[in-house]
């Protein structure tokens, strides 16, 4: 897992992860669909990809395919670095 990833799961699984619940974050754990990311969750998401990781995600890639899971996001990040 890239450093990036790694960082990613750190910060969904000990900030979005709602205590009590069973779920364990990892590269391919569906955000989505496991309710993972509501409107507060993914505005706090982009917020940590804006002050942690240095990646302004803009309204164009705010797709929902773009934060399927964390891989998802890695490559996304990534493509907004090389740009």
Sequence with gaps: MSD???RLVDFIQENLVL???DIVV????PLLVSGLLD???TARLLNFLRKDIG???SAA???PE?????ATIVTM???LQSV
């Design 77 to 79: 990040v990534r493509e």
């Design 39 to 41: 409107s507060l969750r």
């Design 66 to 70: 773009n934060f399927r899971d964390v």
């Design 19 to 21: 205590e009590g619940d």
């Design 4 to 6: 990036v990833g790694r």
């Design 26 to 29: 990892d590269e391919t754990t």
């Design 61 to 63: 890639n705010l797709d």
């Design 55 to 57: 990646v302004r995600i």
